[in-house]
Nanobody
Framework: QVQFVESGGGLVQAGGSLRLSCAAS????????MGWYHQAPEKQREPVAA???????NYADSVKGRFTISRDNAKNTVYLQMNSLKPEDTAVYYCFVIGLREYWGQGTQVTVSS
């Protein structure tokens, strides 16, 4: 079993910032990568950002230059700093962990008002 503690979501005005965090614990022998997806209403879940154990990062084109992903390997925690938020960033943000298999957090709501 893997447990997640996600935090940092909420309501913010356009142009504002939020910082998401996700701490994973439990039966994870090795984490190769962590990251975030998001899912807007009536849309498919889409990747936002990911970071490997070595620190390599990938971002969706829509968030490049605005979002920054980071991680604390010792704490099995991943962060997503979101700046210059736009209404189209409104979605449920899901943390994921890739070890021997994929694990998903329960999601946290981010709402950006115009």
């Amino acid at each position: 079993q893997v447990q997640f503690v996600e935090s940092g979501g909420g309501l913010v005005q356009a142009g504002g910032s939020l910082r998401l965090s996700c701490a994973a614990s439990g039966s994870i022998s090795r984490i190769n990568a962590m990251g975030w997806y998001h899912q807007a209403p009536e849309k498919q879940r889409e990747p936002v950002a990911a970071i490997t154990i070595g620190g390599s990062t990938n971002y969706a084109d829509s968030v490049k230059g605005r979002f920054t992903i980071s991680r604390d390997n010792a704490k099995n925690t991943v962060y997503l700093q979101m700046n210059s938020l736009k209404p189209e960033d409104t979605a449920v943000y899901y943390c994921f962990v890739i070890g021997l298999r994929e694990y998903w957090g329960q999601g946290t709501q981010v709402t950006v008002s115009s």
